[in-house]
């Protein structure tokens, strides 16, 4: 059985595959009770988020995942959607809210696993 890491990873990298830009994989498990991974993406349209998020309904399928909360974080969904699996939570981020927001910033203290 996988780990939640190795869940992590397997969706960062399939983010990369899905040509999701500066991927990051976040471990912040010991920051807070809510989550263990974030996976931040830059994404560069609403149909490049829907085919990255279609990568992870089938990914979670099959590894003992479930998307408890999908966020859209602008009227048009372009900006900022949020997935979360529960211990892995994927933020699919336009560049502009991503430099706005700097999840890496504000969760420094997470440690970057390479992918």
Known sequence: MKT???KAIEIARLMVDGKGNDVVLLDISGLNSWTDYFVIVTVNSS???QGL???IKDYIKDNDLEIHVTNRKSPDGD???LIDLGPIVVHLMSDTAR????LEK???AGKV???
């Not at 430099?99 to 700097?102: G, L, N, P, T, V």
């Open 106 to 108: 504000l969760w420094h």
């Open 53 to 55: 998020y279609k990568q």
């Open 4 to 6: 939640t890491e190795e």
């Open 99 to 102: 430099k706005f927001y700097d």
């Open 113 to 115: 696993i390479e992918l």
């Open 47 to 49: 149909v490049h988020w």
């Open 79 to 81: 900006d900022w959607n």
